[in-house]
């Protein structure tokens, strides 16, 4: 069956360090992957896309990488900082008619 | 520009009772979405519209909800008669076209089934 995973429900790290967030995914060939960050009570707001034949993109502090061999994307946040608290999800596009498939998120938390 | 507007924000209602969530697009938007989302869960796609067509309903649960897209612009979806695992925030989003790639999402109406 098809299947997207990201791995940690929950990340706690240091303010400063680098937080690397993970999406596995089976029995899809996405043409794309896309990072969204969704604050409580709030909608997803769209950071980062990859495509298929790009291995690397980065946007200031952020950087994606998509592995299409090992069906992974890492989502990487440098000198991370408080404010970047939130849940990230994944959404690859891979669903019935091209339709944006999500998966859980996992929810970052950057101490002081 | 303003983003995409949803309303109510939170609905408490009982069961069996009919709801509706309304949708306004960002302007120019041919393509809007309806999600689902359920506690400690990614959204999950109900319907899609391109202009006023719904090119994609498969999860819509058509016994009890509808939508329509009236002239292409904003758009209505309902629940009627509701149940209690209807309970979880419907999001609306839009993007320039099917394969725009990019969704904008609204902030959600929060729903409570008691």
């Known amino acids: 069956s098809q299947k997207i995973e990201q791995n940690s429900e929950a990340l706690n790290i240091q303010e400063g360090k680098t937080a690397t967030l993970t999406c596995n995914y089976t029995?899809?060939?996405?043409?794309?992957l896309q990072w969204y960050r969704q604050d409580p009570g709030r909608g997803p707001v769209f950071l980062l896309l990859i495509r298929e034949n790009e291995k690397e993109k980065r946007k200031e502090r952020l950087k994606v990488t998509f592995d299409t061999t090992l069906k992974q994307s890492l989502f990487h946040i440098t000198a991370s900082q408080p404010a970047d608290s939130a849940t990230y999800l994944c959404a690859l596009h891979g669903g019935s008619q091209g339709n944006l498939i999500f998966g859980k998120g996992t929810k970052l938390s950057v101490k002081p | 520009e303003a983003g995409v507007v949803q309303s109510p924000r939170y609905k408490i209602i009982e069961k069996k009772q009919p709801v509706a969530f309304w949708c306004n697009p960002i302007s120019g938007h041919n393509t809007l979405y309806w999600y689902r989302q359920n506690l400690g869960q990614g959204p999950e796609l109900l319907i899609r519209y391109e202009n006023e067509e719904a090119v994609d309903d498969s999860q819509l649960p058509k016994d009890r909800f509808s939508a329509e897209r009236l002239k292409g612009v904003d758009s209505t979806l309902k629940i009627q008669p509701a149940e209690l695992g209807d309970s979880a925030v419907y999001l609306c989003a839009s993007s320039f076209q099917t394969g725009g790639e990019t969704q904008y999402f609204g902030p959600g109406t929060r729903l409570l089934v008691l």
């Open positions: 029995n899809y060939s996405p043409a794309y």
